[in-house]
């Protein structure tokens, strides 16, 4: 499955951006999908995840309640809801999927698209 990550800018802290995601190649619904992001000099960290239904979805920590993962299986297409913006946000935000279990963990996603920036200026 070919993916390809889009929505990303330079936003102010508080400030909101809504990433798309969107997905070819293979039938969307059968895999999970996630988000990862990568901050500069850091390493890439799971931000939020969905099954294939949309069902289920898992938020790392920091972002629970400020960010929403949801998708479109009609459009194939996977997003990424940010409020409340803040600093520690900005990184490069990368889409992922998965035919595994659902996970946090990088490894069970084996297709990645291209990634996104994102900058929260203050």
């Known amino acids: 499955v070919q993916l390809q990550a889009s929505g990303g800018g330079l936003v102010q802290a508080g400030g909101s951006l809504r990433l798309s995601c969107a997905a070819s190649?293979?039938?969307?619904?059968?895999?999970?999908v996630g988000w990862f992001r990568q901050a500069p000099g850091k390493d890439r960290e799971f931000v939020a995840t969905?099954?294939?239904?949309?069902?289920?979805?898992l938020h790392a920590d920091s972002v629970e309640g400020r960010f929403t993962i949801f998708r479109d299986n009609v459009k194939n297409t996977v997003y990424l809801q940010l409020n409340s913006l803040n600093i520690e946000d900005t990184g490069v935000y990368y889409c992922a999927a998965g035919a595994g279990w659902l996970s946090r963990i990088s490894a069970e996603y084996a297709y990645w698209g291209q990634g996104t920036q994102v900058t929260v200026s203050s």
């Open positions: 190649g293979r039938t969307f619904s059968d895999y999970n």
């Open positions: 969905s099954d294939r239904s949309g069902g289920t979805t």
